[in-house]
């Protein structure tokens, strides 16, 4: 356990007259480089602290955060929240702290990217750069280090600790009318290739080169582990217990039903090395392997404690997105449909329709046109108006899984009938 | 402030061309409430200092949150680092900072009663008040009041000779009521958005008024018919539902960092490319868009930039003309601009300023119009209130919105309420075909209190405002 952590834990515990407490502390440090256009326009760099104390007198609660921990600011804080709670009405949904729990053994953070130093990064941007202008291009992105420490104690007993580092690097190539985007997210920098990511950059780039105008409409489309893992993150979030329960959701009274479809599954897990796995929440629900959809039947949804009380079932999060995947190759996709589009990334998806689980959003960095069993050329980039439960009844392939981010491990899928329903101009 | 000095002289001696040190202490109440349950009644505090160390054309930024003087000096030296690391690579790229004098000066938002003097117990006393309300109302199943009260105490100094103290603050409440009915789900939501005011502003506002209100009307949608498909209509968008789309479609294009390409890899670009200024039809004649960071209860009124730049008022569009953009110090330079306009904020200490969107409204039509005269004045069209669904592609040119509340216009009323209604635009096509602006008595401001950009990614605050306008020949129609 971290020395500083344990100092701030002591004080709160010696110091905290509320009757029941929660007690969250992160400590960061960050390096971040961002660049654009070929030259570095942001550099920044820092330590971050957060502390944050839950408190209760009965069911009166009340939080304060600080980002010191010097006694004075503690002995704020302490004062602060018990002043909230003391003050505040009761709260007829209040659960005592969790108490002391086993804890998965995960490993998040890698020597690695702790040991990466400044200079280094800053040759990796100017690597980039060289790079691009040998292509005749512009390239923007950035290249950031983290390195996180995070605990959670309870006056009942819950005492856990983590760290995790992250090591990104993204970068947008652009040349003439030619835009497109390559990221790598991983805990470790070891994994990292500056060669690999740019020659896949270029791929991306080179296969952009023929446009054709194209109107939107509905069409199978690949969509690549990026496009698949963003869709994902917002129909996770909706995929909410008590939210479904009380009518606001897509999936209320579907528990245990086939509602999405058979070649779709969606788990979380501490098994894969690659994700992002952490061991508990700001609740102190402990992560556990956990399918939340098996072949298209919805078996759990994310559950807080108090609902989770209120419905006698057990408390659980969705902390990071498996999804099993195929075989198929993008090649064999292709042949699987007379035509289609292959998608990259999408990008400013917002909802539609909460309730019918409906989202908007745009393509991004690059569309490919394919027909019969190969790419013909690129296309503007179309906005979709599309229920991504829905999209997965319409699976045709699954490809092998890839990490488009820190907590996603996905394959690239071919879906039927995509719905596109506007263009852009480029 | 005595460590303004000391980074600032060390900063000198270590050779920066410019350097800037940002002591900014942020306070967020925030109290939030769904179906009487306080979800979360809490008081946050950041308080650190950032430096900025600018030399042979390139920024390095350091901040910590420890007060003393060797690790003021500690910082200073690990910008002054980091900046020699960025010029290594910024050799054929310099940056250059547009010229600017020094100021000494203070800025205090006005503010009649602080939030701060009003008890804790009144304020979730009159939350839940208002969430009873809502939820007297049988069918409405959720109701949520959030609220938030933000406060910045900042002292900046710079190398310029610039001792600036200001201390400026905001507050936010919104209120949504969700209705469920035969197996669909609709909210309704009262937001103004934030405004840089006091609790005075609270109390104007008769929220209890304004629950019934929003009540009812979540109710009237969820039973409303769903518009149909998709055809070309005219639309009415109400000063909030404005405010959105202003900030998406005009604010994001005309700051020039991303008119640059400085945001490609993230935010996006821009479609509204310095060759365009002074000669592109962005609107229509009757579209006039200002930049003002001297607005009266802006929430980017702030007396200064983080570039130490005053707060200044500019046409952005001028009679429907691309006119000027948003602009920093260090992009300014970039299309030979010799002033910033002073658009240059950071959130938090430890966030390097960048490039954001001023206070930035619509003017109001210059002939008498009300609302209710440019309803009976349309044959057939969609009135919108308030804000929904918003998604627009990275060069700002393709966009779709929702709304809140929606009424079908026939024969110049309102006809029946509809709900699921969504419309599709895109720039310059949106903006031109704006043919009526209700007059300036109709002008309402809207504060956004959340405009995410940049990475790491920051959240601004920016005020918006507008007076009911109409739109031609617009894509409206129903989610599948």
Redesign the interface.
Known sequence: MNKQFEQIEKYIRSHCQADDYSLSISASDNHQTRFAQNGITQHIAGPRLDITLEVAFGQRTGSCSVNQDDEATLAYLVKTAEDIARLNRPDPEYLPSTGAQTLPDVNNSDPSTRELEPAEMVEIVQQAIDKAKAYGATVSGMTEKHVYEYCLFTKNGFAGSDSLTQFGHSMTLKKENVETKVSHEAKDFASFSLEQEFGRLLSQAESLLTMKDFDACKIPVILRPGAIGELLLYMGWMMNRRQSDEGFTPYTGQLGQPFFGEKFSLRSTLKEPRLYARPFDHEGIVSREISWVENGILQNMPTNRHWAKEKNAQPQMLFNYFVPGGEASEEEMMKLVPRGLIINRFWYIRTVDAKAGEFTGMTRDGVLYFEDGKVKNAVNNLRFNEIPHDATRRILALGKQELPFLYAYIPTMLIDNFNFVDKTTF | MKYLDLAMNAAERLGAEYADIRVQKTTDEVIYLQN???K?????????Y?IRFFRDG?????????FSDEAVLK?VS?AS???A??A???K????RLAPERSYIAKYETPVKIDPRDV???EK??LM?EVNRTMLAFEGV??AMFYLVMHRDEKFFGSTLGTRLELNTQWITPMITA?A?YE?????RSFNEGGKATGWEWIESLNLTEKAKQIAEEALIKVKAEPLGPEARRTLILDPVHLGLTMHESVGHATEL?RV???????A?IS?ATPEKLKNYRYGSEIVNFVGDNTLNEGLATLGFDDDGVPGQKWHIIKDGILNEYGSTR?TAMEIGLEYSRGCNRATYY???P?NRIPNLYLLPGTRELSPAELIADTEDGIYIQGQG???????R??F?F?GDFFWEIKNGKLFRPVK?V?Y?S?NPEFWNSCDAICDERYWRPFGVINCGKG??SQSARMTHGAATARFRNIRVGG??
Request: aromatic share 8%; net charge negative; glycine share 8%.
């Open positions: 009487l349950s306080l979360n009644t809490s008081n946050e505090v950041l308080y650190g950032g390139a920024w390095g930024f350091a901040h910590s949150n420890v910082t690990r680092e980091i900046a690391l960025s290594s690579v910024n054929d790229k310099k940056l008890p804790m117990k979730v006393e839940l199943k959720r969700t469920v197996g669909d789900s609709q909210s960092d640059l390409g400085w945001e490609a890899d993230y996006g479609f260090d430890s966030d390097q960048i669904s918003f998604s627009i592609d990275q060069h040119v393709n779709q929702g699921k969504i599709k895109c990475q790491p989610s599948q």
